[in-house]
């Protein structure tokens, strides 16, 4: 006997029209929407590969994150969004 797990669900959307089937042609035609909060998948930009591999480099050579931020504000390098590094 199969178990649904407690995360599965079925909506049924659109019951506008019944039709009585008069041959033994029956087509039955599914709509399945499937959402993941799969979080592994990085897309980044080319500046945030750079900030995040500089940043990495840096803090394996010991130095911690307020010197790293320093480093970049006073190259004038800003997050994606424009802003300096805190």
Excluded at 56 to 75: A, C, P, V
Aim: glycine share 4%; charged share 20%.
């Amino acid at each position: 006997m199969n178990q649904i797990s407690s995360n599965s669900y079925s909506t049924v959307t659109d019951l506008s029209e019944r039709v009585k089937c008069e041959t033994s042609n029956i087509f039955l035609q599914f709509t399945v929407t499937v959402s993941s909060s799969n979080l592994n998948n990085y897309f980044y930009s080319e500046h945030q590969q750079y900030l995040y591999d500089t940043i990495k480099e840096f803090h394996q050579k010991g130095l911690g994150y307020k010197k790293i931020s320093n480093w970049f504000n006073e190259r004038n390098i800003k997050t994606p969004s424009g802003r300096f590094i805190l």
